[in-house]
């Protein structure tokens, strides 16, 4: 599973050059189906005129639902506060250059209630003009996630329903050991900025704290809820509450088993999650889960971003034409991993990574410590 991007149309560079990767890795391992979860808790502007509602086309800078700024800052791109339609307004010049026009043409021309339905439909759409049809592309984002932690916890006997909410311990186990963590010499990496689930308030999302049974609002929103069963799945399917990162990576790919490729901090901070389950586990007395997961030694790589190129992906599948991916695939196979990533700088540039080295070298990160064996 891919989740290095966040829920970009694919024609976003970031985007575009990490499923071409995940392309050349699907192929290249004969495989026939593609998973990429998107993560959708994100805002529209991530900084300056970039994030899921801006793309640049022909130079120019390109809204992509023709929002204004107060409509874009305040909320994630999940919000059902609709209806959202591909207006793809250019900022720099009044008329519409021809790459624009095609791309309107190409994109679905409705209505949505929410900007992450309507990128997903798109995706779908452009996947199968410009993409590989024969792989089975599946692209998830957080509402996916939710509705799919909703049929685990209304299957009583299944394992999170059990532990979620059973007397094994296990929930308060897996908070106060991220909460160690946090304070650890891992600061920073792992941040348990609200517990299992964000709150929700038409797309405006607030950090969430367990106590005393109960979820409630870290901040000054008027929310709480009782953490059982039933309420959490009524709050789920009525979008109170959305799973937030780690729950998603508990549903997906820890408990599953699948392998799961993501950004430059992906690579530490996935195993330090896979670490704290565990550790979780292992207090709540649930060894038998804890060792088979344990056993997995290759849970997840570098995924995102692999290659740097910044070209204009539309631009480039519009010369090239439907069904000529496999053009691009081969030009950007046939580099070495050397020319294909450059300098690095999502590594070297990444004060969280400059840290790790100085504490690597000062032998305080205990990447040989046995338990970072669970990771």
């Known amino acids: 599973m891919q989740a290095g991007p966040h829920l970009h149309l694919v024609i976003e560079p970031d985007a575009y050059y990490t499923h071409l990767f995940s392309l050349m890795g699907v192929s290249a391992h004969r495989r026939s189906a593609y998973v990429s979860y998107a ?15 801006w793309l640049k086309l022909g130079g120019d800078a390109i809204n992509v639902f023709g929002l204004s700024r107060s409509q874009m800052i305040p909320y994630s791109v999940l919000a059902q506060n609709g209806p959202y339609r ?13 790459l624009v026009a095609r791309l309107r043409s190409e994109l679905p021309q409705g209505e949505f209630p929410s900007a ?18 024969g792989i089975d592309f599946l692209q998830i984002d957080d509402e996916d996630v939710a509705d799919l932690v909703v049929e685990h916890l ?17 929930v308060q186990c897996l908070l106060s050991s991220t909460e160690a963590l946090a304070d650890s010499h891992w600061q920073g990496w792992f941040k348990n900025t609200t517990d299992l689930f964000w709150g929700s308030d038409r797309g405006h999302l607030f950090p969430l704290r367990l106590a005393d049974s109960r979820l409630e609002a870290k901040g000054g929103e008027d929310f709480a809820l009782e953490f059982a069963a039933d309420a959490v799945i009524e709050a ?3 979008r109170k509450i959305i799973p937030n990162l780690y729950l998603m990576f508990i549903v997906t790919a820890i408990l599953p088993g699948v392998r799961v490729l993501g950004g430059s901090r992906h690579t530490v901070y996935y195993p330090l999650m896979r670490y704290v389950f565990c550790r979780a586990l292992a207090m709540s007395g649930d060894y038998e889960l804890r060792t088979t997961i344990a056993a997995d030694r290759k849970p997840g790589i ?56 100085t504490r690597q070298n000062a032998e305080l990160v205990g990447v040989n410590d046995p338990e970072w064996a669970f990771s």
């Open 39 to 53: 993560v959708s808790t994100v805002k529209f502007v991530e900084r300056g005129r970039k994030g899921p509602g």
């Open 86 to 98: 591909f207006a793809l307004k250019n900022v720099e010049r009044a008329q519409d250059g021809d």
């Open 116 to 133: 992450a339905l309507a990128i997903k439909q798109a995706n779908a759409s452009l996947w199968k003009r410009y993409f590989d049809p």
């Open 154 to 170: 209304q299957e009583e006997s299944s394992w999170l329903a059990r532990n979620l909410f059973g007397t094994s311990g296990f």
């Open 236 to 238: 789920l399917q009525s």
């Open 302 to 357: 570098w995924g995102h971003r692999v290659l740097l190129e910044d070209a204009e992906p539309f631009s480039e599948l519009d010369t090239l034409g439907p069904g000529n991916i496999q053009t691009v695939l081969r030009k950007y196979g046939s580099l070495s991993l050397e020319d294909a990533c450059g300098a690095l700088d999502s590594f070297v540039g990444d004060p969280l990574w400059a840290c790790f080295k």
